[in-house]
């Protein structure tokens, strides 16, 4: 996992702008739901659940990848920018609304995708640390990541490849 090194003035100030960029950039898909996706597309209700997970979710997990490391890293300005913060709430709140799985046989690739994702983030850190704030993704989070230890101990029938990936992915949690 890569960290952000850089000058607490300036850089901090372009990061808390492409954090609020980021936010800008996800919508209510559902009026109401307080979740936003990362999308362009308005019509998803006649898309499969597979190319919803392609093109809304996997997205969005991507953004919220990014704004996981922005909040480790800018918590005080990060939680002081209500606009970021609240933004982020719902980002978070989209994607732990399917459990980060996939839809019939690609479930558990699916999680494995996504997981390899946010932990391109300081996941484990953020969850330990700010886990609380965010109830619905920590429950989310902590469930695919006790799905990837049962992949890679067998309780989870898998393909051999699902399972090299799993046991991938848990070293890396681990490490971190």
């Known amino acids: 996992m890569k960290e952000f090194q850089f000058n607490k003035n300036e850089e901090t100030q372009i990061l ?3 954090a609020r ?3 800008t950039l996800c ?3 559902t009026p109401g739901s307080g979740m936003l996706f990362f999308t362009t597309l308005k019509d998803i209700e006649s898309m499969s659940a597979d190319e919803r997970v392609e093109l809304v979710y996997m997205p969005t997990y991507t953004v919220a ?3 996981i490391q922005c909040k480790m890293h800018l918590n005080e300005l990060f939680t002081q920018d209500e606009y970021v913060e609240s933004g982020f709430k719902g980002i978070l ?3 732990a609304s399917r ?3 996939g839809q019939s046989s690609e479930t558990l690739d699916a999680l494995t995708e996504a997981l390899d994702l946010f932990l391109t983030a300081p996941l484990k850190a953020f969850l330990a640390k700010y886990g609380k704030e965010y109830p619905e993704f920590t429950e989310c989070a902590q469930k695919a990541v006790k799905t990837l230890y049962e992949i890679a101990g067998g309780t989870i029938h898998s393909s051999d490849k699902l399972v090299r990936k799993a046991k991938e992915l ?3 949690w681990e490490s971190a």
């Open 99 to 101: 459990g980060m799985e």
């Open 170 to 172: 848990i070293s890396v």
């Open 93 to 95: 709140l989209a994607c």
């Open 65 to 67: 990848a990014y704004l």
């Open 27 to 29: 919508e209510e898909i």
């Open 16 to 18: 808390l702008t492409n």
């Open 21 to 23: 960029k980021a936010v």
